[in-house]
């Protein structure tokens, strides 16, 4: 059995059949404008699409509204808690002047409680993303985003008021906050979920090009949250919590309005295409399809039973296809890498004076990055292949673009983090974060790859098991970007921002291996 490949041959929204434009005249073209725009709506994956994109704005500027705050409140809770209770300098609510706050030992605490947050964040995704999994596959998608939108509340909620109480309690258990996010399984089951509900709602022919819009939500956010948030914290320090305490309630009434993506069913549009088949001939994508490399976990007339041992079958299926081996393994490492830019904004404030305001505008510049890639660069790219495919079919193919993407983007993820490392003044800051931010066409690349030899309803198999992997890199990337960090710091003296180096050198690593994949034909 053969899996169908898709082309880019029709719009985005699809609405009714067009007539040649010499028998339209003004009224007729402007009846059919609406009567298309009322077809598009009427189609029942439109209203789930929308609400998933609007639903990832909010989780997202929930996240990035309070990324710096955060920070800044774990450092003066530190800072609070050691002059209060070692130095003896001050006591209960007094002000604290910035500059008291980057000694070695509040500096190493602060790094200490934010590596170790981004370890123990991940354990409740690690051990429960298939459990979640299960979840949607037997009672929605919807359930599972609600559950996670209680668990950030209360997680949020307990940070706010272990850093109210001012040093009074040991620091570090806000560490204890990680134990909400076992409700609902934190960000990377809900990442999860927002990609299954694309791919069920999204026809294969765009499926792609909904998952990279929705991978620049996140980057579009990052252009509009860093700055409210630098604004917020100029004017109290507990306003940018206060929106994203708004911001997550809001996602409760988004998810309720949503349809249930996994009850849809969709019409395949290229079905009757014989174009499909012809072009399909021509090449083999570069991931070769599941039938093709092993046999069906399941009989074809038996019904397929929820329980943990389908879930690890599948699994084990998934792990046996050669080239999902190669996706499987950047879902595991990059997030190792990526985690160095959390420490981005504590090395600018220790090392180059910034005041942690004002870091927020190194996320403006990352985002700026990251949005002309996703946004302008890896769609008109995309366009330009599939269209010379159209007339080519030695052109090439969908998967040969998402590896090609995946090297460059290593190779600049490289360059980035090299500089950041290097980085002797602040405008050197804000290019390595600007060249990271070009790279950050790695995670909707490896989902396309990943997605092109699985059917439909493997599709909350695969990214359960990629937000399982990727829980496992934050969970072992955190402690140990914690303990580079903290490097060459001493009195008067700041990190040496060893552990840029180490992401520099991973991403290496990974370019190595990416060079090794190669396009199989038939």
Aim: glycine letters at 6%; hydrophobic letters at 45%; one cysteine or more.
């Amino acid at each position: 059995m053969s899996v169908a490949r898709h082309e880019e041959r029709e719009p985005l929204l699809r609405g009714h059949d067009t007539e040649p434009a010499a028998s339209q005249h003004p009224q007729s073209t402007w009846s059919r404008s609406i009567k298309g725009l009322r077809d598009t709506w009427a189609n029942p994956s439109t209203p789930v699409l929308l609400c998933t994109c609007l639903l990832q704005f909010l989780i997202s500027f929930a996240k990035h509204v309070v990324e710096v705050p955060i920070i800044r409140l774990f450092e003066l809770a530190a800072c609070h808690r050691y002059y209060t209770h070692h130095a003896g300098v001050i006591g209960h609510g007094q002000r604290i002047e910035n500059q008291l706050c980057k000694v070695p030992a509040v500096q190493n605490e602060l790094s200490t409680l934010t590596g170790w947050k981004f370890g123990f964040d991940a354990i409740p995704g690690l051990l429960l993303a298939i459990y979640y999994g299960s979840i949607a596959r037997k009672y929605g998608r919807k359930p599972v985003l609600l559950l996670f939108s209680t668990g950030m509340l209360l997680s949020l909620g307990w940070i706010v008021l272990i850093c109210w109480l001012d040093g009074r309690v040991p620091v570090r258990l806000i560490w204890l906050s990680s134990l909400f996010i076992v409700i609902g399984g934190g960000q990377r089951v809900a990442k999860a979920m927002l990609f299954t509900i694309v791919s069920d709602a999204a026809d294969a022919s765009h499926r792609t090009r909904y998952m990279s819009f929705l991978s620049s939500i996140p980057h579009i956010t990052t252009l509009i949250a860093p700055p409210l948030s630098a604004i917020f914290m100029r004017i109290s320090i507990w306003l940018p919590f206060e929106a994203a305490i708004g911001a997550l309630i809001l996602t409760y009434l988004l998810i309720l309005a949503m349809p249930e993506s996994s009850k849809l069913e969709l019409p395949d549009p290229d079905a009757n295409d014989p174009a499909t088949d012809d072009e399909d001939e021509a090449q083999r994508p570069l991931l070769p399809s599941t039938s093709d490399l092993a046999p069906e976990i399941y009989p074809p007339d038996e019904p397929r039973k929820e329980s943990s041992s389908n879930w690890y079958a599948e699994i084990h299926h998934l792990l046996s296809i050669p080239g999902l081996r190669f996706c499987f393994v950047v879902f595991l490492v990059s997030p190792i890498a990526l985690i160095a830019k959390a420490f981005v904004y504590q090395h600018a404030s220790e090392s180059f004076g910034w005041d942690m305001p004002d870091t927020t505008w190194l996320r403006v510049s990352q985002a700026v990055g990251a949005s002309i890639v996703t946004l302008f660069l890896l769609p008109v790219l995309n366009s330009v292949i599939l269209h010379r495919r159209h007339h080519d079919k030695r052109g090439l193919q969908a998967q040969r673009l998402d590896l090609a993407v995946l090297r460059g983007s290593f190779l600049i993820a490289a360059v980035g983090f090299a500089i950041l490392w290097q980085a002797k003044a602040s405008w050197m800051l804000i290019l390595a974060l600007f060249i990271c931010g070009l790279s950050e066409a790695i995670q909707p690349a490896n989902q396309g790859l990943a997605t092109a030899p699985i059917t439909k309803d493997l599709n909350a198999r695969l990214f359960t098991t990629a937000a399982v992997l990727e829980t496992v890199g934050k969970l072992a990337g955190g402690p140990v970007q914690s303990a580079l960090f903290s490097i060459g710091r001493r009195e008067g003296h700041g990190s040496l921002g060893i552990n840029f180096l180490a992401s520099s050198v991973i991403f290496v690593g990974l370019l190595v291996l990416a060079l090794v994949v190669r396009v199989k034909k038939r």
